[in-house]
């Protein structure tokens, strides 16, 4: 297969996957939402009765008391918020080099105009100073959390 088949096959697997992705944000979206309004007070309530019961049914003396499935269901909220923490660093991840790419192409888009219109208009007008270069970012702003550090800060709002 030739290197340029190649790209074209690479470069539409690409598209696939933004495609995908997108499509996933917008079901993962409408899920929560779904999700959130599904939880209402008696529905809740139910649902601790239920559960509060069927631990204790399930209860062995000794093995399993109330403060073990108190830790356990800890646990797992704590599992299930740094998912959710992680999944929304990579959605951030990807709209930053979304907007990085939308950036570049803006500026040779402008940059090709540019050069049209200057080889039409005679000699190009002298660019305007340059904005300074902005301030460098610390490291600790430039890297993504962890997981568990993300869980924790969404917690702490």
Same mark, same amino acid.
């Given at each position: ?79 299930? +918020?740094? %998912? $959710? /923490?992680?999944?929304?660093? !990579?959605?951030? &991840?990807?709209? #930053?080099?979304? =907007?990085?790419? *939308? @950036? ?12 049209? +219109?200057? %080889? $039409? /208009?005679?000699?190009?007008? !002298?660019?305007? &100073?340059?904005? #300074?270069?902005? =301030?460098?970012? *610390? @490291? ?18």
């Amino acid at each position: 297969m030739k290197f340029g088949a190649l790209q074209r096959r690479v470069k539409r697997c690409e598209q696939v996957v933004a495609v995908r992705m997108a499509e996933t944000q917008d079901n993962w979206g409408v899920l929560s939402q779904v999700w959130r309004r599904g939880w209402s007070p008696l529905r809740i309530v139910v649902v601790g009765l239920a559960g509060g019961f069927v631990a204790g049914k399930l209860e062995v003396p000794g093995k399993v008391n109330g403060a073990r499935w108190l830790q356990m269901i800890g646990s797992v909220s704590n599992l299930m +918020a740094s %998912g $959710q /923490a992680a999944f929304a660093a !990579a959605m951030a &991840a990807h709209a #930053a080099d979304t =907007a990085d790419e *939308a @950036a570049e192409t803006a500026d040779a888009a402008a940059d090709t105009a540019a050069d049209t +219109a200057a %080889g $039409q /208009a005679g000699p190009r007008p !002298a660019p305007a &100073a340059a904005p #300074a270069p902005a =301030a460098p970012r *610390a @490291a600790d702003e430039l890297r993504v959390p962890q997981p568990a550090e993300a869980a924790t800060d969404v917690s702490e709002r």
